[in-house]
């Protein structure tokens, strides 16, 4: 497809609703979704159900379901099933493009609809197998009810969401993002981290006259410039990193909206030493978001308005209190709220700042927002921090050692609401520790000492792969770590437990990780071996990293993260640990039946899950005890007893 979006040939004939591509497939949390029912109602379905769709790929652990298969059970079965144009459309991309390119597809499905021929970011051309679903993808933009604007707006928020990025920056967010930065009609407003663009379109929907934005995936500046044609609105995009590779240097914003790369070390903090952004103090390493907020300052008009959605970290870290510091007392700090954060603590907040007309001292006020279940709460809250989970502070109390921004620190929570939850919180906590009885497996010792010997004639990691049973896959040695568009699973992140947190860039050979990959460190010990999972998929292999990917009918993944566990143990105990003469791929794997080995890899997730839920009751368990004695000690709790004090 050329830049001026000519339809490619589709070659065939159409199948179902929409033409071409691969068939849609879900996995067992899409399937709940689409189905309105939590995760284990359909597990459940699974064993009651002799007639319930079988997985057509994925793994034991991660089985993908077709989705027409899926669709049609559920109306035999009086189940619902709510899956719009864009639904079904999204999943047949996943079922087609490589995960990491599906940006890219959407770039050229956006040059598609909006016959872009202007001048901007370029990507490489599409793949052959993709001209289909880019027509099917036009056929779905004809036939929906929002018209090519709104199905393309859906499947850049399913973009974003895939990704992990911007995941807080839904619908509501984001119009919250652009009504505290008072944004209307004529005005200039910029987004030099755009992703997919959800910011600047809320921008466009309160009048927003000059749109300019930038990324560092040139496929994502065409997905955002597109995003906004369809909307009706010019968009100037560059490609690039902006705090390197500024696209907009040369102009001035009425107002900055950013939602920046979240823990990204690699910002440029040695070669941009000296930068003239930097009137608040040079970032620290560590602090690449600090570095994001001073950039948006440089760009926006004196007295204009910038909202970046930051870490909730950045608000405490001890590393950045120099610089927020200078932020408080050069009077551009004005609001930090916590964002709505569902069941659990907020893990990112709104920082609200404005450019400084004249050199001068603080601002009156600092406004922080805690424990909204809302984002137009925390518009409330900027309008008036008078509301409930506001609190106005001056910032001279704010200059001590720490510079402590957190919001729950300065939002003084009312002693009588807080003790009102204590009765539920106590509630969930014994329903908690009631679930974990069950939760840890029954294991035994084996009767016959011969069964737990190492079984010397099994076959090799190296003799399986000879065998099909399993695929060895490791990154290429130039794999770039740290910097780029791609998600990059790290040795960090296998060791932490944790999503892919690095970057990288397409590299040729480059290894995408699959739910159901077995991934552990190359050698040495500990392996960390993990089974990848959602989080996971679609995330490049980092360096000093092995990909086991097997055959899940033959090799269950789980049983053999297990074995390569076990004889990384095994090794440290004999003494080769602490080297890298461990090598997994000599790492012997008794052939065990399936059902045994599904049986053990059940057993190993359980141990994992019970290690997890007895973390999280440790923090329940601190949070009713400190609640507790606040309420003892206010007098707004009372303990039960014969005789009530008075």
């Not at 559920?74 to 709510?82: D, H, I, V």
């Not at 955002?224 to 490609?239: N, P, V």
């Amino acid at each position: 497809m050329s830049a001026t979006g000519a339809a490619p040939d589709t070659g065939g004939t159409t199948t179902g609703p929409l033409t071409g591509g691969g068939e849609a497939v879900l996995g067992a949390a899409d399937i709940a979704r689409l189905s309105g029912v939590r995760r284990p109602a359909v597990s459940n379905w699974r064993r009651r159900y002799s007639d319930f769709p079988r997985p057509m790929s994925g793994s034991s652990a991660n089985p993908m379901f077709s989705m027409a298969e899926v669709e049609q059970w559920c109306l035999r079965n009086g189940k619902p099933f709510r899956a719009d144009p864009a639904e079904r459309l999204w999943q047949r991309i996943r079922a087609t493009v490589d995960g990491v390119r599906t940006a890219e597809f959407l770039a050229h499905a956006g040059l598609l609809l909006t016959r872009y021929d202007g001048v901007g970011p370029r990507v490489p051309g599409p793949d052959a197998h993709w001209a289909k679903l880019l027509c099917a993808t036009v056929e779905a933009a004809e036939a929906d009810p929002d018209g090519a604007g709104g199905l393309y707006a859906r499947l850049c928020d399913r973009l974003a969401s895939a990704q992990g990025r911007s995941a807080a920056v839904d619908a509501a967010t984001a119009a919250a993002v652009a009504e505290i930065a008072g944004i209307g009609p004529g005005m200039r407003v910029l987004d030099p981290a755009c992703g997919s663009g959800p910011l600047l379109r809320a921008a466009a929907e309160r009048g927003a006259e000059v749109l300019w934005a930038q990324d560092l995936d040139p496929a994502l500046t065409v997905v955002c410039r597109s995003r906004l044609l369809l909307a009706g609105t010019a968009c100037e995009a560059a490609a690039g990193d902006a705090l390197r590779e500024d696209g907009f240097a040369d102009r001035e914003a009425d107002a900055v909206l950013c939602d920046p790369p979240f823990r990204d070390r690699d910002w440029g903090h040695d070669e941009l030493e000296g930068d003239g952004r930097w009137s608040y103090g040079h970032p620290p390493r560590g602090e690449g978001e600090l570095a994001w907020v001073q950039h948006c300052l440089a760009r926006v008009r004196r007295g204009g308005t910038v909202v970046v959605r930051m870490p909730a970290a950045a608000a405490g870290r001890a590393s950045g209190r120099r610089v927020r510091a200078a932020l408080l007392a050069g009077g551009a700090l004005r609001m930090v709220a916590e964002l709505p954060g569902g069941d659990g603590p907020s893990t990112a907040h709104l920082w609200v700042l404005r450019r400084p007309r004249n050199q001068g001292g603080a601002a009156d006020r600092i406004v922080f927002v805690h424990g909204v279940k809302a984002p137009d709460q925390i518009v409330h809250a900027w309008m008036d921090p008078a509301v409930g989970g506001a609190a106005a502070v001056a910032p001279a109390e704010l200059m001590d050692a720490a510079v402590d921004l957190r919001p729950a620190v300065h939002v003084a929570p009312r002693a009588r609401d807080r003790a009102e939850g204590y009765p539920a919180l106590r509630a969930e906590l014994v329903a908690a520790l009631t679930a974990l009885a069950d939760l840890p497996p029954e294991l035994h010792a084996p009767s016959d000492a011969a069964e737990a010997e190492p079984d010397s004639s099994a076959p090799t990691i190296t003799e399986l792969a000879a065998s099909g049973i399993v695929e060895i896959h490791q990154a290429p040695l130039g794999t770039p770590a740290g910097h780029g568009p791609l998600p990059l699973l790290t040795h960090r992140d296998l060791r932490d437990r944790r999503p892919p947190g690095g970057r990288t860039r397409n590299v040729p050979g480059g290894v995408v990780v699959r739910p159901g990959d077995v991934v552990a460190a190359s050698g040495g010990h500990p392996l960390h071996p993990r089974v990848a999972g959602t989080d996971d998929a679609g995330a490049v292999l980092g360096p000093r990293l092995v990909l086991i990917r097997t055959d899940p009918d033959r090799l269950d993944p789980g049983y053999l993260a297990g074995v390569l566990e076990g004889a990384a143990a095994s090794a440290e105990r004999t003494g080769a640990s602490g080297t890298l003469r461990f090598d997994l791929r000599r790492t012997r794997v008794p052939m065990i039946t399936p059902e045994l080995q599904r049986a053990r890899a059940a057993a190993r997730r359980r141990l994992d899950a019970t290690e997890d839920r007895v973390a999280a009751l440790a923090d329940l368990g601190r949070r009713l005890a400190e609640l507790g004695r606040l309420g003892l000690s206010t007098g707004t709790l009372l303990p039960r007893t014969t005789e009530e004090a008075p």
